[in-house]
Structures are given as C-alpha cells and as structure tokens.
C-alpha cells in the first residue's frame, strides 16, 4: 500500500511538473512579443532581460523533457528545485517590497493570479517538487540495495 501511494504521487509529481513547465514555455514562447515587453518592464538592466527572454522558457522547456524520460528525471526534478525555488523567492521579493516595479512576466494561467495567489501556488508546488525528488532518490538507494 505504501509503495503504491508513493508511486502514484511520484507518477503525479512529475505529470504536474511537466505540465507545468511545458505551459508555461508554450505561453511565453507563444505570445513573445509580449513576453519581451512584460520583461523590459522588470527592474532588471535591459541585458540581463534579454538573457532571461531566452533562458526562462528554455530552462522550463529543458525541465519539462528531462522529466519525461526516466534516465534524465533526476536532472529534471533538480532543475524544477531550482526553477520553482527562484520563482518563489522573486514573488517573495514582491511581496515584501523589495522592487518598487512588480509586472508578473509569467506563462499560462498564472498570469491573472494575484501576487499572494502565485506565492502559495509556487510553494505547493515547491512541496510537489521536493517530495517527489525525495521519492526518487529514495527510490535510487533501494534499487541499489
């Protein structure tokens, strides 16, 4: 019974993780124009926005494809640690009034959340990410046993 209900959040896990990333790829890179314009509004200098026109949704479409395959999911639970952990941390700059221009440059359905919306979005998803990267792992040492 136990084994079954970690393999199913681990299954589950990493289907929402693609989706998310795969989503929110698609709707940058889908209306990038937009995206670009929503980026230059960000407090960041006008070369590190451009870097994040390409690097955003290329890490979310590399995070998605690692997940799809079993060789590369461990890479992709790592990048989506890393991913979600940098989102969460920018939206929590937000909201403590560290910038004083807060555009949401983001993909998909999470552009019409509201700030603290998004927040207790990317930390469920935070948990998502790190339970089922513990799963894994866990399931590396008892393959290896």
């Known amino acids: 019974m136990q084994l079954n209900l970690s393999k199913s959040f681990y299954q589950l896990g990493c289907l929402l993780l693609i989706i998310l990333w795969a989503t929110t790829a698609a709707s940058k890179l889908g209306n990038l124009n937009q995206f670009k314009t929503e980026l230059a509004k960000q407090v960041f200098s ?15 479409m590399i995070a998605a494809t690692l997940l799809a395959f079993s060789k590369t999911r461990l890479y992709g639970l790592i990048a989506s640690l890393l991913l979600i952990t940098a989102f969460t941390l920018y ?6 009034g560290y910038f004083n221009k807060v555009p949401c440059s983001c993909g998909g359905v ?3 959340l509201g700030w603290k919306a998004h927040l207790v979005f990317n930390l469920v998803f935070t948990a998502i990410t790190l339970t089922t990267l513990i799963i894994h792992l866990k399931r590396e040492v008892r393959d290896k046993e």
């Open 46 to 60: 006008e070369r590190f926005t451009a870097w994040l026109l390409i690097a955003v949704p290329a890490s979310e």
């Open 110 to 112: 999470l552009k019409w």
């Open 91 to 96: 939206i929590a700059m937000v909201l403590a």
